[in-house]
């Protein structure tokens, strides 16, 4: 359920950021749009003074410089105004930034034709129009607006990044509410651990097939079991731990495996099941202390580490994909000298009993002591285990 949450979670933000950038380009798209109405709508109020002032006879004397140095002043977003005749060439030009006008290096009174400017697509608009003069010939009047400054697109910038981080905080509550009601997750070496009710009477026979097992598909109800009762059963040792060797005694192995295994489901975890058996190894022997103290050097638990054989010893590796076990298992082979086999078995999203998975880790320790590299572990394929499951238990009742 959390995953699924997750996975939604993730979609949903990533529709939230994309309409907050949607919405910082509409709103500056806008913003140019109306600063270019303005800027068009002021051109021609100045084309109009430009066109009477050029009248014959008016007493200004047909000069538009102070017209548009006025201009200039009282419109700040005016950059360029370039008066011009495609044939006689430029009659005067005015702008705030020389850089823009791409024939200013020329020579002025040799331009003919129609001037290029260098402007900002996006921040700057050209605007050009024709105009008629009576006794004068065709005139063209250029002009270049600022249409999109900083200020312009700061706005919805500190709008969506407002909206950003208030939904940042929401993601965080929500984190921290989910956080909270799962619960703190319980470790290794806690004194209980939740553990399914035995309904292995109702079950049907197990089928011999390769790498599955039949279960009862449905999530098992769980029981607190406090770990001292594994040490207390009738028939077995009092205590938990070998006091040669300090390892766990095998006869608590399954319970422990069992209640691993159900950890692991109830946390949508894995779990890895190791087999180490050494050649040099002998119960009862020197170097079968030295190697079981090997084993809880390197893997640290005790209530995890159990003798299985006269030379062979098993591990649990609770939260661990086969794959990290198998490095594990590299590592360990690496760091200690004599001839060791590994084999490994792993939960793989199954929910199966602990004799299968002691079962799978046997069969895979069989094989490594015929390669050459000693490691062998066995990955079990969850479709074709709910494939068989499907087919032999059918729908539950």
């Not at 479709?383 to 032999?392: D, E, G, P």
Request: glycine share 8%.
């Amino acid at each position: 359920m959390y995953r699924r949450f997750g996975l939604l979670y993730v979609v949903f933000s990533l529709l939230v950021l994309a309409v907050l950038v949607v919405l910082v380009v509409v709103r500056v798209n806008t913003t140019r749009e109306f600063n270019v109405q303005e800027a068009q709508t002021s051109f021609i109020r100045l084309q109009g003074r430009i066109r009477e002032a050029l009248v014959p006879g008016d007493e200004r004397g047909g000069d538009p410089g102070p017209i548009i140095r006025e201009y200039a002043e009282q419109v700040p977003t005016v950059q360029a105004i370039v008066l011009y005749d495609p044939n006689e060439g430029l009659r005067y030009v005015w702008t705030s930034n020389v850089d823009m006008l791409a024939f200013a290096k020329g020579d002025l009174s040799e331009l003919r034709g129609f001037p290029s400017y260098d402007i900002s697509e996006v921040s700057q608009f050209k605007i050009s129009g024709p105009f008629e003069v009576s006794d004068s010939p065709r005139l063209f009047m250029d002009g270049i607006y600022s249409v999109l400054s900083f200020s312009d697109a700061y706005v919805p910038l500190r709008d969506s990044l407002i909206a950003l981080l208030a939904f940042a905080f929401v993601t965080v509550l929500i984190a921290i509410g989910l956080n909270m009601s799962r619960g703190p997750r319980p470790e290794s070496t806690t004194p209980s651990v939740p553990v399914a009710k035995d309904s292995s009477a109702s079950r049907p026979a197990e089928a011999a097939v390769p790498e599955t097992l039949p279960i009862n598909p449905t999530e098992p109800l769980l029981e607190e079991v406090d770990i001292e009762e594994i040490a207390t059963d009738p028939g077995e040792p009092g205590t938990l731990f070998n006091p040669v060797t300090n390892l766990s005694y095998r006869q608590h192995l399954g319970k422990r495996l069992g209640l691993e295994m159900e950890r692991a489901a109830y946390n949508d975890q894995d779990l890895t099941c190791v087999l180490v058996r050494f050649e040099d190894a002998t119960e009862g022997g020197e170097a079968y202390s030295q190697r079981a103290g090997q084993i809880l050097a390197a893997f640290k638990f005790e209530d995890l580490c159990f003798e299985y054989g006269s030379d062979t010893f098993c591990v649990i590796l609770p939260n661990t994909e086969l794959s990290r076990g198998i490095r594990e298992a590299e590592s360990f082979k690496g760091d200690h000298r004599g001839k060791m086999y590994f084999g490994l078995s792993a939960r793989n999203g199954r929910l199966v009993e602990a004799s299968r998975v002691l079962g799978e880790a046997e069969r895979s320790l069989e094989h490594a002591q015929h390669e050459p590299g000693g490691i062998v572990g066995f990955r079990p394929d969850p479709r074709k285990y709910r494939q068989f499951v499907t087919q032999h238990l059918g729908p539950s009742e």
